[in-house]
């Protein structure tokens, strides 16, 4: 098992040799595969796939990462803490969005800004690092979302 990951993490380094739109054609259901893998055991797997899907963004790569970070649970306590498969899974996410164009990234602002209150450390510093990405594209939309939170933390920053 984990020399196939091995070789799915190769495999994903060498499809990004390609222009996106290529990698697309060659293997049209890659966006879903490599969504898949950001729940992967091995970190080194999941930050593969967030690196690709950030690359690909302008074709649905930035999408795809949204979407699956509007899907995972939001909780107030993790109760298996940092290293949960959750919070891990997560971090990978926003770590691929963070990566993306700000024109691709703009719609998931409000889902990252959300994760500034997770309970785990290391998925509110990518969140913080992907917001601190953002160039003016996104502040408007980050601004609008600020001011409407009524979340003490939300509101101080």
Do not use: Y
Request: proline share 4%.
């Amino acid at each position: 098992e984990h020399k196939t990951r091995c070789a799915a993490v190769e495999a994903v380094c060498r499809l990004l040799e390609m222009g996106p739109q290529q990698v697309l054609e060659a293997r049209p259901t890659l966006l879903k595969e490599l969504v898949g893998r950001l729940s992967d055991q091995q970190a080194s797997v999941r930050a593969a796939a967030a690196t690709a899907l950030a690359h690909m963004d302008a074709i649905g790569g930035a999408g795809a990462l949204g979407k699956f970070l509007q899907e995972q649970k939001r909780v107030a306590v993790d109760p298996d803490g940092e290293g949960s498969n959750r919070a891990l899974t997560v971090h990978a996410t926003l770590s691929g969005l963070g990566r993306c164009s700000e024109s691709t990234v703009v719609e998931w602002i409000e889902a990252i800004v959300l994760r500034l209150q997770d309970p785990s450390s290391a998925v509110r510093a990518a969140a913080e690092d992907a917001l601190r990405n953002m160039g003016p594209e996104c502040a408007s939309a980050m601004a609008h979302r600020l001011v409407q939170d009524e979340s003490p933390v939300i509101r101080e920053l």
